[in-house]
C-alpha cells in the first residue's frame, strides 16, 4: 500500500504542475498566432488554428504606425525611471532610518505602513482622485509617478528585513572613523542592499509596466498613454481589434520578458532573503 501511495504521489504532483503550465502557455499560445492572422481569419478560424500566413507582418505595422507604440515606450520609461528612483531612495533611507534609530514614535510608524499596505487600495480612489485632482497632476506625467513612488510599502519592508541582517559593527566602525549616519547609509548600507534594491526595481517594474488602471484614470490624453493604454484604442463598442491587440502584446511582452529572464536569479533570492528575518 505504502509503495502504490510512493508511485501515485510523484504521478499526481506531474499532472497538476503540467496543468498549471498549460494555463500559462495557452493564452501565450493564441496571442501568438493571432497576432499573424487578418481580421476575418481572426473571428472564422479557431483561436488555436495556425494562421495561413507566418509572414504576415500587417498587425505589428498597425501598432507601430496607428497605436504610436513608440510614444507609449517613451512615457513609460519616463514614469518607471523617476518612480523606480524615488522609490529606492525613499524606501532605502525609510528603512534604514526605522531599522537603525530608535525613537519614541518608530513603532508608530511601522504599525502606520502595516496599515497602509493592508487597506485595499480600490476603497481610497476617491479621496486619492481628489488629492491628485488639487494638487493640479490630473492628466499629466507626475499623476501615477506620484501614486507609484508614495504607496510603495512593500518595498520598506524588503529593505528594513535586509537592513536587520547587516551587522551594527559596521556602522559603529565607521562612525568611530568619523563618517556621518548619511555617509553610512550612502557608503555601507545601501551599496550592500543591492540584491534588494534590484528585486524591488525587477517587482515594482513589472508592476508598472504592466499597471493599466492608473494610467488610464489619471492620464487620459493620448499623448500621454503608456504601453498599457496604447492598444486600448483598438477596442471601442464598434468593433474590437484583437489581431492587432495581440500583435501589440507581443511586442510589450519582449523586453519585460527579457529582462525578467536575465535577472530572475535576484528575484528569486531577493524575495526569499527579504522574507527571512
Do not use: W
Not at 90 to 102: A, K, N, P
Not at 111 to 120: I, S, T
Not at 205 to 218: C, H, K, M, P
Amino acid at each position: 500500500m505504502k509503495k502504490t501511495k510512493r508511485k501515485i504521489a510523484p504521478i499526481l504532483k506531474y499532472i497538476v504542475m503540467i496543468f498549471f503550465c498549460l494555463l500559462v502557455i495557452l493564452p501565450l499560445v493564441v496571442v501568438f498566432l493571432g497576432a499573424f492572422k487578418t481580421h476575418n481569419e481572426f473571428y472564422q478560424s479557431s483561436p488555436m488554428s495556425l494562421p495561413h500566413n507566418f509572414l504576415n507582418f500587417d498587425n505589428f505595422r498597425t501598432v507601430f504606425e496607428k497605436g504610436k507604440v513608440l510614444r507609449g515606450f517613451k512615457n513609460t520609461l519616463i514614469i518607471m525611471g523617476v518612480s523606480l528612483t524615488g522609490s529606492i531612495l525613499c524606501g532605502t533611507s525609510v528603512s534604514y532610518v526605522l531599522s537603525r534609530f530608535d525613537f519614541r514614535s518608530k513603532k508608530l510608524l511601522q504599525n502606520m505602513f502595516l496599515f497602509a499596505a493592508l487597506v485595499p487600495a480600490i476603497t481610497m480612489q476617491v479621496s486619492v482622485f481628489q488629492v491628485i485632482a488639487n494638487l493640479h497632476l490630473f492628466n499629466t506625467l507626475l499623476a501615477p509617478i506620484v501614486l507609484y513612488i508614495g504607496t510603495d510599502i512593500v518595498a520598506i519592508y524588503i529593505f528594513m528585513h535586509f537592513i536587520d541582517n547587516i551587522p551594527v559593527e559596521l556602522d559603529e566602525s565607521a562612525m568611530l572613523e568619523g563618517a556621518s549616519r548619511f555617509m553610512v547609509y550612502r557608503r555601507i548600507i545601501f551599496p550592500l542592499l543591492k540584491p534588494a534594491v534590484v528585486t524591488v526595481l525587477i517587482i515594482n517594474g513589472v508592476g508598472i509596466y504592466n499597471d493599466f488602471y492608473t494610467a488610464f484614470l489619471y492620464i487620459p490624453s493620448p499623448k500621454l498613454a503608456t504601453i498599457s493604454t496604447t492598444l486600448f484604442k483598438f477596442k471601442s463598442a464598434y468593433g474590437n481589434q484583437y489581431e492587432i491587440i495581440c500583435a501589440g502584446v507581443l511586442i510589450i511582452m519582449i523586453p519585460i520578458l527579457a529582462i525578467f529572464v536575465k535577472l530572475q536569479d535576484y528575484i528569486y533570492d531577493g524575495m526569499v532573503m527579504g522574507s527571512v528575518k
